[in-house]
């Protein structure tokens, strides 16, 4: 994982596409409903989360982790 983020800092090109990835994904949730601030909210806390676990840190418990997204999916209507 180390090497990863190594080579992410040492050749940023490498994350255009994944960003640009996102970005599409991002304004396809946001043009689906009329909840554009709770789906930026959702979108941030989980790209949050995955960042923890990209760069190995183990600041929430499992437990806590799954409490965050069940939240999550409850402030935007989805199933839990």
Known sequence: EGESLAAMVQFPELLRPIAESKRRLLDQ???A???AD???IAFLALEGL???QLMDMKI???AESMRAIEALQT????DA
């Open 33 to 35: 409903g009329d909840e």
């Open 50 to 52: 995955r960042s923890m």
């Open 29 to 31: 949730m946001i043009g």
């Open 60 to 62: 929430l418990t499992e």
């Open 38 to 40: 709770l789906v930026l």
């Open 75 to 78: 402030m935007i209507g989805g």
